[in-house]
C-alpha cells in the first residue's frame, strides 16, 4: 500500500482517540463563512459557495464513514432573500446541482436526503429536484441528511402554532392536551430529533435562526475556520470537544 493509499484509508475510519458509542446520533452544522472565504482571496464573494459544496460533499462522507447518523445542513435561511439575486440565484442552483449530481452516492451509501424549509417559495426547477431527490432517496436505510433552504426558526415555530390551531379550531384537540411532544409532531424535525451537537464555523457566536426550539439542550462546537476550509481533521475536533462534554440536561451528577 502507498502512503496515500494508508492516509486515505485512515481518514475513512473513525479517529482512534474517538468513542464509537458516544457519537453524536444527530448533528447540525451552520456553514456560515463562504463570503469571507472568498473575499480574502480577492474573488467575488459568490465564488466561496461552490468551494461550500466542495465541503460540504466531503461533510456527508465523513459524517456516513465515521457512523454519524443524522445531519442537517443550514442551506438557506429565511433572511438571505434579502442578499443581492446574484448571489441568491448561485446559491439555488448550486442546492439544485447538489441534489442531483450526489444522487449516485446517495443510493451507494444508501443516504436518505429531505429539504425542510418553506420549500413552496423555492424556484420552480429546485422544488421539481428535490421532490426527484427526496423520492428516489426515501427507501434508503442509511443516514439521514436534512437541508434546510428558505428556513426559519420562528417561521418553523409559528407554522406549527398555525397547525395546532387550526386542530383547536376544528374540535380535535383541547388546548390543555398540548404539550411537548404534541408541539414537536409539528417541527420540520420530526423524525429526526434535537441535534445533540451544534457546529458553526467561521466564528460567529449566534445561532442566527436555526433550529431554535431543538438547540434547547444541544452542545454548541464554534469553529473560526471558514466553511469551505472546514474539513475531517476539523470535524474530528468538534467530535472530540463534545465527547468531552458533561451533558447534564439541568441534571446534577448522583455523586455530586
Ligand atoms: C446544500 C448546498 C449545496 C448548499 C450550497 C452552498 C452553501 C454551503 C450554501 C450556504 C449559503 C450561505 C448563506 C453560507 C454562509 O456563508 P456566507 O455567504 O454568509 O459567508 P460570509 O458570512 O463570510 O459572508
Ligand atoms: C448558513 C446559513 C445558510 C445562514 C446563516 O448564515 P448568515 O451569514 O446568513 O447569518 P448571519 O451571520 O447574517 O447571522
Ligand atoms: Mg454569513
Not at 137 to 152: D, H, I, S, W
Request: charged residues 25%.
Amino acid at each position: 500500500m502507498t502512503a496515500k493509499q494508508i492516509v486515505d484509508r485512515s481518514l475513512k475510519t473513525l479517529p482512534s482517540d474517538l468513542d464509537p458509542q458516544r457519537l453524536p446520533r444527530h448533528i447540525a452544522v451552520i456553514m456560515d463563512g463562504n463570503g469571507r472565504w472568498a473575499r480574502r482571496r480577492g474573488l467575488p464573494r459568490i465564488m466561496g459557495h461552490p468551494r461550500g459544496v466542495d465541503a460540504l460533499r466531503d461533510l456527508v462522507r465523513c459524517c456516513d464513514d465515521w457512523g454519524i447518523k443524522a445531519l442537517t445542513v443550514y442551506a438557506f435561511s429565511t433572511e438571505n432573500w434579502n442578499r443581492p439575486q446574484k448571489e441568491i440565484n448561485v446559491i439555488m442552483m448550486l442546492i439544485e446541482q447538489f441534489l442531483r449530481w450526489e444522487l449516485r452516492e446517495f443510493a451507494q451509501r444508501q443516504i436518505r436526503v429531505e429539504l425542510m424549509g418553506q420549500l413552496q417559495d423555492l424556484p420552480e426547477s429546485l422544488k421539481q429536484q428535490t421532490q426527484r431527490t427526496m423520492d428516489k432517496t426515501a427507501e434508503n436505510q442509511g443516514m439521514r441528511l436534512t437541508v434546510a433552504t428558505n428556513y426559519g426558526g420562528r417561521q418553523e415555530i409559528l407554522q406549527a402554532c398555525q397547525a395546532l390551531a387550526a386542530q383547536v379550531q376544528q374540535g380535535t384537540l383541547n388546548p390543555e392536551d398540548i404539550d411537548q411532544a404534541s408541539f414537536e409532531r409539528h417541527l420540520y424535525t420530526v423524525g429526526i430529533g434535537d441535534p445533540d451537537l451544534l457546529i458553526r464555523t467561521s466564528g460567529e457566536m449566534r445561532i442566527s435562526n436555526f433550529l431554535l426550539w431543538q438547540v434547547a439542550y444541544s452542545e454548541i462546537y464554534i469553529t473560526d475556520k471558514l466553511w469551505p476550509d472546514f474539513d475531517r481533521a476539523e470535524m474530528h475536533r468538534a467530535l472530540w470537544a463534545f465527547q468531552k462534554r458533561d451533558r447534564r440536561f439541568g441534571k446534577v451528577k448522583p455523586s455530586r
